[in-house]
């Protein structure tokens, strides 16, 4: 890993250090796994491109808890919430971020 990917990796850890929260992300197979991810409640500027409601969440996961792509249908549980996933907005080597609602 060169320099510049090590020291992006370690910021990507200490954000969701600070910022993450635990929740449980279910798969289309019924495979469950628990992990650390960064939720993200205002996405009213994502208005202009899709419906968002009050229950639309912006959501980052790390690929270390979840390799996969996050797939349209799939759960994910937010302390009482059980969220759809919508759109997946983008998977770097890092992270997967999807609109949840």
Known sequence: MSPFAAALARGVNALYAKKGE???YTQEDDWTTNCTAVVSRDVAR???????NASTV?????????PERPRRGELITIGD?????????????FEHRFIAS
């Open 81 to 93: 919430d059980c969220l759809t996933v919508g759109t997946l907005i983008r998977s770097t080597q």
């Open 22 to 24: 635990p929740v449980t």
């Open 46 to 52: 994502y208005g202009d491109v899709m419906e968002v």
């Open 58 to 66: 912006d959501v980052r996961i790390r690929i270390a808890d979840l």
